[in-house]
């Protein structure tokens, strides 16, 4: 006589086995129940820790079946002892995802005011700009914000956000600052003369900043005063090799930046 099972249930009908993924720090998972997503920066006996992009942190039972990788249900497992060190930051101090594809470009952009700003942009925030979608151009100056602003036409779906050397109330970048923004143009800035006095003078070694006469090329009197060649372009490369990450920034030009990039992602 023929056996059955007595499972009777078709094979088309029966569940598909769950895969078990290794929660190891750095990767990004969503938890269902709850909708919170963020990515593992802590695993200990039955429990998870996961850490959005604003830095809120949520703890999780890693319940089989508990989590959505990229839209499929897994179960979490703790990862191997001894298993590769993965980095779990990125420069600007966000949560690091190893692998991530950069998205595809948003409508929205973000503006910095001269080449040496965007190189420091991409050094720091690189990481989370692409895998937001977000291109940085930048200005060749201030004047040419306006029909900057105007041409982009910035609106809901395409926001535009502008970063401007020393802006200060009063002064000239201040105005046209203010003329050009609106709910879809955000225009901040930090108060140094120029973006190379965003960078804490311990990171390259020097005592501060040196104050560069009234009338003078402030550059270049940094320059003569520090001792340095007087080539602003080798300079430049000199004060970014030592920048390694946000710490090596000052708060009131993290501030700026992080605001523009939640200004131009917001929903």
């Not at 009908?13 to 969503?30: C, H, S």
């Not at 079946?65 to 249900?73: D, K, M, P, W």
């Not at 950069?102 to 965007?118: M, T």
């Not at 970014?240 to 917001?266: C, N």
Request: charged share 25%; with cysteine; proline share 9%.
């Amino acid at each position: 006589m023929r056996q059955y099972s007595a499972d009777l249930t078709p094979p088309w009908k029966k569940p598909k086995p769950v895969p078990e993924v290794a929660a190891e720090p750095g990767l990004v998972v969503e938890e269902p129940g709850t909708g919170f997503c963020g990515a593992v920066i802590r695993c200990e006996a039955g429990t998870v820790t996961l850490e959005d992009r604003f830095g809120k942190h949520r703890v999780f039972p890693m319940e089989p079946g508990g989590f959505l990788l990229e839209g499929r249900v897994v179960t979490l497992v703790r990862p191997a002892p001894g298993g590769p060190a993965r980095p779990t930051r990125t420069a600007s101090g966000s949560v690091a995802v190893p692998g991530a594809r950069a998205r595809v470009a948003r409508a929205g952009r973000i503006y910095v005011e001269g080449r040496h700003d965007a190189e420091l942009v991409e050094k720091v925030w690189g990481d989370d700009l692409r895998i937001e979608g977000v291109v940085v151009e930048y200005l060749e100056g201030v004047d040419d914000l306006p029909s900057i602003v105007e041409s982009f036409a910035p609106g809901p779906d395409a926001r535009l956000g502008v970063l401007v050397d020393h802006l200060v109330p009063g002064s000239k970048e201040w105005r046209i600052a203010h003329a050009v923004t609106s709910d879809h143009a955000l225009v901040v800035g930090h108060p140094y003369i120029d973006i190379w006095e965003a960078v804490k003078p311990s990171s390259l070694g020097i005592g501060s900043w040196p104050r560069v006469p009234r009338g003078q090329d402030w550059k270049t009197g940094v320059c003569r005063a520090l001792g340095w060649p007087e080539n602003t372009g080798a300079a430049w490369q000199r004060i970014l090799s030592g920048v390694h990450s946000y710490k090596d920034l000052e708060p009131e030009l993290l501030g700026r930046v992080e605001e523009l990039i939640d200004f131009v992602t917001a929903p």
